[in-house]
């Protein structure tokens, strides 16, 4: 059974950072190419993050670019998402998503990926 699990999430001030951890099991985490995304409230889920199955490849939204940082551990089988200088309308849901790669590259849409998370909140107050 594959299960992806986020943590770190939590109640922040604009400005501060937050680190959020996933950790996949029930598959093979060093062939699967990994993303972020995120969801508020009345919004659809959004590309945030995704990184590549060797971890050479990285990819972002122009609204998280040069704020955030995706990374992978293969050796700890995890993926994180360094988030700095948050601001309010990063509130959302955040998900660890997960997709076999074996060519390699990352995936920014949300239905190219097989396998999801249940989440985690971020909210940023102002």
């Known amino acids: 059974q594959v299960r992806l699990v986020e943590s770190g999430g939590g109640v922040v001030q604009a400005g501060v950072s937050l680190r959020l951890s996933c950790t996949p099991s029930?598959?093979?985490?060093?062939?699967?190419?990994l993303g972020w995304f995120r969801q508020a409230p009345g919004k659809e889920r959004e590309f945030v993050a995704s990184i590549s199955r060797s971890g050479s490849d990285t990819d972002y939204s122009a609204s998280v670019k040069g704020r955030f940082t995706i990374s992978r551990d293969n050796a700890k089988k995890s993926v994180y998402l360094q988030m700095n200088d948050l601001e309010p309308w990063d509130t959302a849901v955040y998900y660890c998503a997960a997709v076999g790669a074996p060519w390699g590259g990352t995936h920014n849409r949300p239905g190219e990926y097989t396998y999801w998370g249940q989440g985690t909140q971020v909210t940023v107050s102002s």
């Open positions: 029930g598959l093979t985490f060093g062939n699967q190419a």
